[in-house]
């Protein structure tokens, strides 16, 4: 348990908070074109599938009752979607990805 904490806490802030393991196998099993197109935007298959419902409308209670997660948990993957980005809002995100042709509603 010690040596996993040490190696969360040599790694970069955006690198510790690393995706649940359904979305590594969902971005696994990704056509290899939206893969490249996914990993152009630096979003993970779950962050996209967040922003699109999000660019839809709906707010993260509803989010998270769609996907089964928490809002928290929505929250969270909001936040790092942000951060990659360079956004600050849920409107901009939105914005960005619809200008970059990476959202599709």
Do not use: F
């Not at 056509?31 to 709906?58: F, K, M, N, Q, T």
């Amino acid at each position: 348990m010690a040596a996993l904490e040490n190696r969360q806490e040599a790694a970069p802030p955006e690198e510790r908070l690393l995706p649940p393991r359904k979305a590594a196998a969902r971005e696994a099993a990704l056509p290899g074109e939206e893969l490249d197109s996914l990993l152009e935007a630096g979003l993970s298959p779950r962050e996209l599938e967040i922003a699109r419902l999000v660019a839809l409308g709906h707010p993260n209670k509803r989010v998270a009752r769609i996907l089964e997660i928490s809002p928290w948990t929505v929250a969270a993957y909001l936040q790092r979607a942000y951060a990659k980005l360079g956004v600050h809002c849920r409107a901009a995100m939105v914005a960005r990805l619809l200008a970059r042709d990476k959202l599709r509603l």
